[in-house]
Structure formats: structure tokens, C-alpha cells
């Protein structure tokens, strides 16, 4: 009777921010056209073609029916070379399951439904009181910030898929081989999807042949390593624009002496056209950006200022390192707020110190590998630090528990 209420408890409070919260925008008809288009054009060469002809229909569409509608497969299409393949999978999969939907209806569902059951797995195997249950629900399951990316769109839902691994791990390493197996595949498609996780599930191999206590369980580990970055390397062709406009882009995240005002995609554009008299286009059949020679033009002029700036100024990148590095333990850097970034900042130093003593060493480690790949340039704002979210609510809960009880009563990684 406790876990129907409980569940009652669940549908109805991530209903309620459903309600309340849904993201009814999505990241502009440039940038999702080419997965949805991907995935109706997608054949067994794995190839990532779009049409120009469906384009030109999409384009034209509002934004509300454009939700419902259903990309064309046509005969004639153009590869396309920006970006990563593995969300056409996730578009495409979407697409088969609840296509009658509407495309961008049926990711959402999509996402959905793999939030509902990451979201139990936590409650049933990671979490073991009703008290810490009722608590993830609140903080995580059901949290505006979360449902805000759970109905988004886009891939940055999908960065969560090392995190619950590695919640997965917590539940189930005296299954080793299993696990991994499973996982591993899973690790693959996350990467596939967002090559910024890579660094944690990179952690999650180490942590395995760390605590496996047999030598086959460590061998084990250490083949679906080799796996998995094998894996990486061949499902690397479409993944890699680099990283210099990024790294350009999150200089304005501050103040600086280089006139990059704000942290807008925009600041990249705008330098680069006012050097070179060349206007970057998003366009997915005619523009810029995927033209390879165009967009290496392009990032190696960006780079070339980057490098510039690093150079003339190396504190300047440190101290934006600093400010990122507490917001990723938190709810990350607020564009619209600087004084919300320095709240956010200061919840991020009091969870460091929290998990510290509280020895929640392997949140503490989980967290900062999800944000390798990029607070050192760029500040930890929500989208990219999604990742995160789930472990940090997760290690905050058991922080709780063991402030309010004095031990461990649900701990299962000891340092």
C-alpha cells in the first residue's frame, strides 16, 4: 500500500509539472529538421541524408504544426556533415514507436517514457526509504529544470544515460559481467548521441576494475573498455565540428577586454563576419555550416583568435575556470542573471564541502567527470550540465540521510 501511494504520488506530481512546466519551444527548424529528416531518409548504409525538398515544406510551417507533422522520405537527398548521428537514432526510434504522433510529438514521448523509467529504477533500486523516495521525486522526477529538458526536443536529455549507469553500478557490481554488457552498449549510444559523456563513462570502467574483486571481473572490465572505445573511434565520423567556437563563445560567459559582449553563438558569427565579410548560415541544405570547406574556414579562424586570447590573457581563461567549476554542482549558469550565477556558485561550493564530509566521494567524482569536457572553457549552464542533475540529487539525498541518522544506511561505495 505504501508504494501505491508513493507511485500515485509520482504520476501525479511530474503530471502536475508537466502541466505547469513543459518546454513548448524547441532549438529552431535549422537545427531539428536534420534529425527528424535523418531518421526518415535513414537506410541500412547508416548514412545521414536529409531532403532539400522537405525542407522547403518544414520551413514554412508554424511551430505548433510543425509538432504533429511527419518528414518526408525522399528519393532525392544531400548528406549532411554537422553534428552527431546518434540522435537520428533516437528521432528514428522515436519516429517508429509513436510516429503517428507527429515527429517532434513522438520524442517527446519518448523521452518521456525513459524519464518515467529511470526515474522508477532510482526509486526502486538506488533509494531504499519511502522518506529519500518521496524526496527524488520532488527534487528530481518532477523538478521544472529536469521536466524543462525531459520535453525539450533536442539531445541534451539523453547526457543522462552514464549518470544512471553509473547509479546502476551502485546497484548491481556484484553482476560485473552483466552489467556491463548492457551498459556498454548503453555508454555507446549516450556517446553516439553527446560525445561530451565520454569522459564519465570513461569513470565508469575505472570505478568498475577498481572495485571488482575478482581478477576475471577486472579482465572482464577491462574488454568492454577496449569495447567501448573501439566503439567510440569507428562512430566517430559525424561527430566532430570541434571545439573552438565553444571555446570562443564561453569567453563572454564574463567580463572581458576582447569584446565578447555575451555568451551568444552570435559573438563567433558576428567577429568572424566582420573579419572576413563572410555571414555564417545554419541553413541544413545550402548553408555555411555544412559546407566542409566553408566551416573549416571558419573554425580555424575562430581557433586562431581563441588561441590568441589564451595566450595575451591566460588568467583571464583560469579565472572563468574558477567561476564554472562550483556551478556544476549546482543548477549551473543562469544566461539571463548574474546574480542567480553567483547564488548558483556559492550552492555549488557548499555541495562540494557537503559531499566531502559526507563522503560522497563518488558523486563527487561522477559530477566533475560529467563536466570535463567543458568547464574549463564554458560555464556549466543547464543545458550541458544536465548530466549531472540526477547525481547530484541522489548524493544530496544520502547526504541528508547521513547527517540526519549519523551513518550510512544506503551507502554502497566506500572509499
Known amino acids: 500500500m505504501k508504494k501505491f501511494y508513493l507511485y500515485l504520488f509520482f504520476i501525479f506530481s511530474i503530471l502536475v509539472s508537466l502541466f505547469f512546466f513543459k518546454n513548448n519551444e524547441t532549438m529552431g527548424v535549422n537545427w531539428t529538421f536534420p534529425y527528424f529528416s535523418g531518421a526518415a531518409n535513414i537506410d541500412t548504409s547508416f548514412e545521414w541524408n536529409i531532403s532539400p525538398e522537405d525542407f522547403e515544406i518544414v520551413k514554412n510551417i508554424n511551430s505548433e ?31 517508429f514507436f509513436f510516429g503517428m504522433f507527429g515527429d517532434v510529438n513522438s520524442i517527446l514521448i519518448f523521452q518521456l517514457l525513459i524519464h518515467f523509467l529511470i526515474s522508477i529504477f532510482v526509486i526502486e533500486k538506488v533509494l531504499l526509504s519511502n522518506v529519500n523516495r518521496y524526496a527524488f521525486v520532488l527534487l ?25 549507469s553509473l547509479l546502476l553500478f551502485d546497484s548491481y557490481k556484484d553482476k560485473i559481467p552483466r552489467y556491463l554488457f548492457f551498459v556498454t552498449i548503453v555508454l555507446l549510444f549516450s556517446t553516439f548521441i553527446r560525445p561530451t559523456t565520454i569522459f564519465l563513462s570513461f569513470g565508469l570502467y575505472v570505478l568498475v576494475i ?27 565520423k559525424n561527430s566532430g565540428q570541434g571545439p573552438w567556437h565553444t571555446m570562443y563563445v564561453g569567453i563572454g560567459a564574463y567580463s572581458n577586454s576582447y569584446e565578447i559582449g555575451e555568451l551568444s553563438d552570435h559573438e563567433a558569427y558576428d567577429y568572424y563576419n566582420s573579419t572576413t565579410g563572410i555571414q555564417m548560415s545554419s541553413d541544413p541544405i545550402s548553408g555555411t555550416f555544412v559546407n566542409k570547406d566553408k566551416y573549416l574556414k571558419y573554425t580555424n579562424k575562430i581557433k586562431e583568435r581563441y588561441l590568441y586570447i589564451v595566450k595575451s590573457d591566460p588568467l583571464l581563461i583560469a579565472r572563468n575556470s574558477l567561476f564554472n567549476f562550483p556551478q556544476v554542482y549546482s543548477i549551473g549558469y543562469i544566461v539571463d542573471s548574474k546574480l542567480l550565477t553567483f547564488v548558483s556558485s556559492l550552492i555549488g561550493v557548499l555541495m562540494i564541502l557537503l559531499f566531502i564530509y559526507t563522503k560522497e566521494y563518488v558523486v563527487l567524482f561522477g559530477v566533475f567527470l560529467s ?5 574549463w572553457y564554458f560555464p556549466a549552464i543547464p543545458a550541458y550540465n544536465f548530466a549531472a542533475y540526477i547525481m547530484l540529487v541522489v548524493g544530496f539525498i544520502r547526504s541528508l540521510n547521513f547527517l540526519w541518522r549519523g551513518k550510512f544506511k544506503q551507502r554502497r561505495f566506500y572509499f
Open 65 to 95: 504544426d510543425y509538432y504533429s507533422y511527419k518528414h518526408l522520405k525522399t528519393e532525392q537527398t544531400v548528406e549532411y556533415t554537422y553534428g552527431n548521428l546518434g540522435y537520428v537514432l533516437v528521432a528514428y526510434l522515436s519516429r
Open 140 to 164: 528530481y522526477a518532477s523538478n521544472p529544470l529536469v521536466i524543462h529538458f525531459v520535453t525539450f526536443p533536442f539531445y541534451y536529455f539523453w547526457m543522462v544515460l552514464p549518470s544512471v
Open 210 to 236: 577498481f572495485y571488482a574483486n575478482k581478477m576475471v571481473d577486472k579482465k572482464t572490465a577491462v574488454a568492454y573498455f577496449f569495447i567501448f572505445v573501439v566503439g567510440t573511434i569507428l562512430m566517430s
Open 371 to 375: 563536466a570535463l569536457s567543458f568547464f
